[in-house]
């Protein structure tokens, strides 16, 4: 069974097309505009997500960074990939388990971590594996 991605990206024009791009591949996307909505579909839904694909900077009071804490602790086999174009380099207090992936990033290495964490009932680590070799 495939499982949902979600993608949370407060910038409209983006979020359409970055759910565009997953759902060309052949993902099932569930998107939001900030974090508190994305937990909130979250946590009586564990099972039936896959991944998570955030910017750092979304819409209310919790950043993707501060989702993608809280997903550790209640989901940690959920795959977790952050995206921001305003750190060069990986945020100190991103959690250990979670990606990051800085912009612009390569629409196929998304796609490719996103089908393995919607395919894959323990994912995360394959996933974040292939965006970690990407990036070296």
Do not use: C
């Not at 979020?15 to 997953?22: G, Y």
């Not at 759902?23 to 946590?43: K, M, P, Y």
């Not at 960074?65 to 945020?91: C, D, K």
């Not at 894959?120 to 070799?133: G, Q």
Request: aromatic residues 4%; hydrophobic residues 55%; without cysteine.
């Amino acid at each position: 069974m495939q499982r949902s991605i979600l993608v949370v990206e407060d910038e409209p024009l983006i979020r359409m097309d970055i759910v565009s791009m997953l759902e060309d591949a052949g993902l099932l996307v569930v998107d939001f505009d900030n974090a508190e909505d994305a937990l909130d579909f979250i946590q009586p839904n564990v099972g039936s997500v896959g991944g998570i694909f955030t910017d750092v900077n979304v819409r209310g009071v919790m950043t993707g960074i501060e989702l993608a804490s809280h997903i550790m602790r209640i989901a940690p086999r959920i795959t977790i990939l952050v995206t921001s174009g305003g750190y060069i380099a990986r945020p100190d207090n991103l959690p250990i388990t979670a990606g990051f992936v800085v912009k612009p990033w390569l629409p196929l290495d998304v796609i490719a971590a996103m089908r393995i964490a919607a395919n894959a009932p323990d994912a995360a680590a394959a996933a974040l594996d292939l965006i970690t070799l990407k990036s070296l």
